[in-house]
């Protein structure tokens, strides 16, 4: 309760209403994103729900300048969508206040997966997303790394 947290690459906000109920009324949540049309659904999120304590910047990831002393950093199905990922979670980490928390929910390849069915599941997702930048891209690791 009563901590800022920072919701990047927020989309619509959908996590916000999750995040409220942790940081209460007293923290403070900031949205980020890219997108201009995911951002204005956020503001009508906000709007709806009445909330006071939310700010969004559009921004991307890889320059977003990260306020001093964040108490918390969340990112949910975005981060291997960025080229400059492990640089922005180093950002984030030089900004996390001290026992600050970096969360990440991603998508990985199963590792208990027989690997001619994990070839065939990327190979049909291949012609409509950037699938093997994403799969390269492991956010946990460099969270890992530079906390
Ligand atoms: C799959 S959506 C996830 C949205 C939200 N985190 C959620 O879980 O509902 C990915 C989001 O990442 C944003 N995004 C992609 N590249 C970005 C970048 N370089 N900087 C900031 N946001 C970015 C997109 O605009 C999009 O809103």
């Not at 949205?31 to 204005?40: I, Q, S």
């Not at 900004?95 to 600050?100: D, E, K």
Request: proline share 6%; net charge negative; glycine share 10%.
């Amino acid at each position: 309760m009563g901590d800022t947290v920072i919701d990047m690459a927020c989309g619509t906000g959908l996590n916000f209403p999750l995040l409220q109920k942790a940081v209460g009324p007293g923290g403070g949540i900031v949205g980020v994103d890219l997108t201009d049309a995911m951002l204005a659904r956020a503001q009508d999120r906000i709007n709806a729900n009445g909330w006071t304590n939310v700010s969004l910047v559009q921004a991307d990831a890889a320059g977003f300048d990260f306020p001093a002393e964040v108490d918390a950093i969340l990112s949910t199905y975005a981060l291997p969508q960025v080229p400059e990922c492990a640089e922005v979670i180093a950002h984030g980490t030089a900004a996390l206040s001290a026992g600050g928390r970096w969360a990440v929910l991603d998508l990985k390849l199963p590792g208990s997966t027989p690997g001619w069915l994990t070839q065939l599941g990327t190979a049909t997702v291949r012609p409509f997303a950037s699938i093997d930048e994403w799969i390269m891209r492991r956010p946990w690791e460099a969270i890992r790394a530079a906390m």
